[in-house]
């Protein structure tokens, strides 16, 4: 089966902080993705990776940059961190142009 | 535009009756359809999916439709249990671009 872990289920931070969003997956996936989650507005992709060390941005990018040094891992980090924040967070991963398969998501809130 | 929408935003269903979720999707040229369940509090977990070039897919309890002519895929759900509620969503994958509808969420009834 497939698995993809994210570091923390929930997680609060004050504005201005430094967040960082870990992703691990381990189906040796090329492409993984980054996702904010929010009621009434569905699925928003802010980066995504197709490669080690390549990352391309998404619809809703501002705010946030990424990192995948790994295959196996994309991290989201968010530079300084803004109560427009607050969100469901969701990483995936797929081989290309395959199902994505989700993470159990990270409850973020921005205080 | 591209859209993958859902036609109806709340789809309550008897217990142990079949339920029917639909998407109507806008891409003719889409390659691959996916359906999600997600529970509340948890990420999206993949239920099933279909490629342009088929028109059904089964799996356990659950039976996707594909119908091209009219841009219009279902999910289908035999024999609907309390553990099914949940909001569904449909994907489609068009040219490495994936698409994603805001879902219909599933009210099962005792």
């Known amino acids: 089966d497939v698995k993809v872990t994210q570091s923390s289920r929930y997680l609060v931070k004050r504005t201005g902080e430094k967040v960082f969003l870990e992703c691990v997956q381990d189906?040796?996936?090329?492409?993984m993705f980054w996702y904010r989650q929010d009621p009434g507005l569905g699925l928003r992709l802010i980066y995504f990776?197709?490669?080690?060390?390549?990352?391309e941005k998404g619809d809703i990018p501002e705010g946030y940059s990424v990192s995948r040094e790994k295959k196996e891992r994309f991290s989201l980090i968010l530079e300084s961190a803004s109560t427009n924040q607050t969100s469901m967070y969701l990483c995936?991963?797929?081989?290309?142009?395959?199902?994505?398969?989700f993470g159990p998501g990270t409850r973020l809130l921005v205080l | 535009g591209e859209s993958v929408g859902l036609h109806l935003p709340t789809l309550s269903v008897q217990e142990g009756d079949n339920s029917i979720i639909n998407c109507a999707y806008s891409?003719?040229?889409?390659?691959?359809f996916i359906w999600y369940k997600q529970e509340s509090g948890k990420g999206p977990q993949f239920i099933i999916d279909?490629?342009?070039?088929?028109d059904k897919r089964q799996g356990q309890r659950v039976t996707v439709l594909l119908n091209k002519t009219v841009k219009h895929l279902s999910l289908q759900i035999a024999a609907t249990q309390p553990g099914d509620s949940a909001v569904y969503f449909c994907?489609?994958?068009?040219?490495?671009?994936?698409?994603f509808g805001t879902g219909t969420r599933l009210k099962v009834l005792a």
């Open positions: 995936a991963s797929s081989r290309t142009q395959e199902t994505q398969y």
């Open positions: 189906m040796d996936h090329e492409n």
């Open positions: 990776s197709y490669d080690v060390k390549m990352k």
């Open positions: 891409n003719s040229a889409s390659d691959y």
């Open positions: 279909i490629r342009s070039n088929m």
């Open positions: 994907a489609e994958i068009k040219t490495y671009k994936y698409i």
